[in-house]
């Protein structure tokens, strides 16, 4: 069974730039979790997607957005990148609502110059 | 504030020497703490899911306790491929995000 795919791997930004990372669910799971791994810190949670609606949201600004498609897959937009943007972007799925065993995905790493 | 700990910070093992390593957690009514192992430039890797304090699951070297203030990893005689950074994280409360702690990075040395 394929695990949760994200895309692509590497980002390299300038600063004001926007960026969209892409993610791509284990086949069944409908809910969708970004997460922000910057170096030296914990995981941050950033989003959560259910059944296509943003069910909550971690404590970044605006500029960090997405969405989810039919499909379940689902995509980060951050906009007006700044250098502190610089991460490791981490999606992972679960089978559903609830207390569900989160899936990570390798994640994408960005880089803003 | 929901609030997750990880101690040690870092720690070196000869292959063979068992130890623990701990996580203190506050949140309002715990859901369930996970234990992940995530290798360098990588996902995280799941490993072990507790709901309630008392249960303990195994796999393999590793073991995971809780209680109702804090969860240890047990790790029996590691060897060198066990060397990765650990991380715990809780859900509580009525959302399903995860809060982590910092990790417990391990090495462990043949």
């Known amino acids: 069974e394929a695990g949760v795919t994200q895309s692509p791997t590497h980002l390299i930004k300038t600063r004001g730039q926007q960026a969209t990372l892409r993610c791509s669910p284990i086949?069944?799971?409908?809910?969708v979790y970004w997460y922000q791994q910057a170096l030296g810190l914990g995981l941050q949670f950033l989003l959560w997607?259910?059944?296509?609606?943003?069910?909550n949201r971690g404590n970044f600004p605006p500029r960090f957005s997405g969405r989810q498609f039919p499909n379940y897959s689902s995509e980060l937009n951050v906009n007006a990148l700044e250098l502190e943007d610089s991460a490791l972007y981490l999606c992972?799925?679960?089978?559903?609502?609830?207390?569900?065993?989160?899936?990570f995905g390798p994640g994408t790493r960005l880089l803003v110059l | 504030e929901d609030q997750v700990t990880q101690s040690p910070e870092a720690l070196r093992l000869q292959e063979g020497e068992s130890s623990s390593l701990n996580c203190s957690y506050t949140?309002?009514?715990?859901?369930?703490l996970f234990w992940y192992r995530q290798d360098p430039g990588k996902g995280p890797e799941f490993l072990f899911t507790?709901?309630?304090a008392g249960e303990e699951k195994e796999k393999e070297r590793l073991k995971a306790t809780l209680t109702k203030k804090e969860s240890f990893l047990h790790i029996t005689a590691p060897k060198p491929e066990d060397s990765a950074t650990y991380l715990c994280?809780?859900?509580?409360?009525?959302?399903?995000?995860?809060?982590f702690g910092t990790g417990t990075r391990l090495q462990v040395f043949p």
């Open positions: 992972a799925s679960s089978l559903a609502r609830g207390v569900e065993t989160q899936y």
């Open positions: 086949s069944g799971h409908t809910s």
């Open positions: 997607y259910d059944e296509g609606e943003e069910r």
């Open positions: 949140v309002s009514g715990l859901r369930g």
């Open positions: 507790l709901y309630s």
């Open positions: 994280a809780v859900q509580g409360g009525n959302t399903d995000k995860l809060i």
